[in-house]
């Protein structure tokens, strides 16, 4: 079983940075990709970044593109997503994900690409 915990959410002013963390557990944890997503209140889950665990250009999303980097550290089992110029937007509960498997697109943008979940962390951004 996949276990997820993401680290690192928290309060910061508008302009600020972020980075928040992802360990996963689990016997022989080779996913194919990991994706991060967020929700804020009243809002559906949406997509943020995805990148392969075998390395390779991240996909992100166009309201994050170029503010937001996602890297990984397979030998810890790691994902961060480091998060600049942070907007009152982006406030919402940020969840990392894996996808298991290849599912028939390069990046895995929606949520049911996915099969193990971590518990979310929230941030929120202060004008």
């Known amino acids: 079983q996949v276990q997820l915990v993401e680290s690192g959410g928290g309060l910061v002013q508008a302009g600020g940075s972020l980075r928040l963390s992802c360990a996963a557990s689990?016997?022989?944890?080779?996913?194919?990709?990991m994706g991060w997503f967020r929700q804020a209140p009243g809002k559906e889950r949406e997509f943020v970044t995805f990148?392969?665990?075998?390395?390779?250009?991240?996909y992100f999303a166009d309201s994050v593109k170029g503010r937001f980097i996602t890297s990984r550290d397979n030998a810890k089992n790691m994902v961060y997503l480091q998060m600049n110029s942070l907007k009152p937007e982006d406030t919402a509960v940020y969840y990392c994900?894996?996808?298991?498997?290849?599912?028939?697109?390069?990046?895995?943008?929606?949520?049911?690409?996915?099969?193990?979940w971590g518990q979310g962390t929230q941030v929120t951004v202060s004008s």
């Open positions: 689990g016997r022989s944890f080779s996913p194919y990709g």
């Open positions: 990148v392969r665990w075998s390395g390779g250009t991240a």
């Open positions: 994900a894996a996808s298991g498997r290849y599912r028939g697109t390069d990046y895995a943008t929606n949520r049911d690409q996915y099969d193990y």
